[in-house]
C-alpha cells in the first residue's frame, strides 16, 4: 500500500507541475524513484531523468572511455 501511495502522490505531483509551469524535463532525484522515468516519459511526454540511471550509464561510459585528465601515467 505504501509503495502504491508513493506512485499515486508522483502521479499528482507531475500533474501538477506539467499544468502549472512550462516543465521542460524532470529529474528524479530519489533511489526511491528509480525505474520510474520510462513511465513518466510516455504518460506526460516531457525528458525525465533517472538520477540512478544516469548514474550508472555515466560510471560505465567512464569505465570504458576514461576521461584524459583522470587517467593515471603507465
Known sequence: AGEKNALARLDTTMAELCAQADVSSVILGSGGLAGQ???LREKYN???IDCIE???N????????PHP???TPE
Open 54 to 56: 544516469a548514474a550508472i
Open 37 to 39: 522515468a520510462s513511465r
Open 46 to 48: 516531457i525528458p525525465v
Open 69 to 71: 585528465e583522470y587517467e
Open 58 to 65: 555515466l560510471a560505465s561510459t567512464r569505465a570504458r572511455k
